[in-house]
């Protein structure tokens, strides 16, 4: 699809685009990310524990949070796609090429899990549409019950058919002050739906801020100076951030039962695991190839994190079939318990490694055919992070 130029913001001027490194680090983020679903799902959000015992209880209990998971993956979406469109924002096949690339990564999967669910889960046929058009976050207001992941696709394409053309046509500090009035702009519209009782964070406007700060350390990272990699200020507000995530996400713990309260604590729920996460991934980044963070590199977490996209898309449906054929559990019975689990993990894992081979790893390799070839970088460029895209 042919573009014309845009009109760029000048720029401090470069010799040479910067080069792209991958840090093993995001991996290993991502899979965690993807067993904190799936922890979430199979321990929790599928499970009643009334009248189990103390181990399965607390298992379920630490897996509670394993929802946010998502919310995970939101920051390291936007800092990742927004480093890849900062690279690639002066070429001509810009936009053709991220497309593309999207394409090829996201649908072929999400194609088959639409199909698989259109033909066995009946009267699924409202919400598979509303999927296939990407807006199936939106399936509330069409009083249409949700069949799966599919919401945070939404999000994240919604977000995308905007914010490439936004790093296209504004410069990087620009673009840092856009990711922060996006961000803020999410956190305000809780607080105001929290008025009125209301805390549905399905709906991408109140969903977005996740991208938001992935974008923010997208233009931080590329704005960064080499030579300051360890400076106290920029530790101190990472520290910072940490530190106020993490008290906005225990104010969860107050007591409260009006609609209201219970809405407003949801508000600041979701913009502490925000504040929390982004923090977090701004000092893995920081902090890349140092012994801290070495279990972020650990082969167990890269894997998982290879398989994250097939992992999300796929364990609800083997957990929803499973329990169909085996029918409830009897409170008490750890060896059913233990079954379950350890039949839909390894289920789970054999057909995200048949989607890895069989369908998204060929698909990618469609890209040689679709996309322009990428000019040799420069080896004396810093680098820009990437993780497994």
Known sequence: MPVSAPQLVPEKPTTHSRRLVHIRELDGVRGIAALMVFFHHICFASFRPAGWGAPVRFLSAISTPGNTGVDLFFVLSGFLITSLLIQARKTSSYYHDFYWKRVLRILPLYIL???????????????????????????WLFHISSAGPFWTLAIEEQFYLIWPTVVRRRSVDQLRRWAIC?????????????????????????????????????CWFYQRDPAKTNSVQESRIIYLGILVGAVLIA??????????????????????????????????????????????????????????????????????????????????????????????????????LLSRYLIELPAISLRKYVLDTPAPAHPEDPPVPLGNM
């Open 182 to 218: 996006i961000g803020m702009t999410a956190v305000i519209l809780r607080l105001t739906s929290a008025v009125f009782g209301h805390y549905n964070y399905y709906f991408t406007f109140f969903h977005c801020d996740g991208l938001a700060f992935g974008a923010f350390l997208a």
């Open 113 to 139: 899990c639409l199909a698989c669910i259109l033909f066995f889960i009946p009267g699924s046929g409202k919400y598979v549409l509303l999927s296939a058009l990407f807006i199936s976050n939106f399936a």
């Open 251 to 352: 104010m969860f713990l107050l007591p409260g039962t009006q609609p209201r309260t219970i809405a407003f604590l949801a508000a600041f729920y979701q913009t502490g695991i925000t504040l929390l996460y982004g923090s977090l991934i701004a000092l893995i980044i920081k902090s890349s190839g140092q012994r801290t963070f070495a279990f972020l590199r650990s082969p167990f977490l890269i894997f998982f994190g290879l398989i994250s996209y097939a992992m999300y898309m796929i364990h609800t449906y083997v957990m929803t079939l499973y329990d169909h054929l085996r029918g409830p559990m009897q409170p008490g019975d750890n060896s059913a318990y233990a079954v379950r689990f350890l039949v839909i993990f390894v289920s789970t894992i054999a057909l995200c």
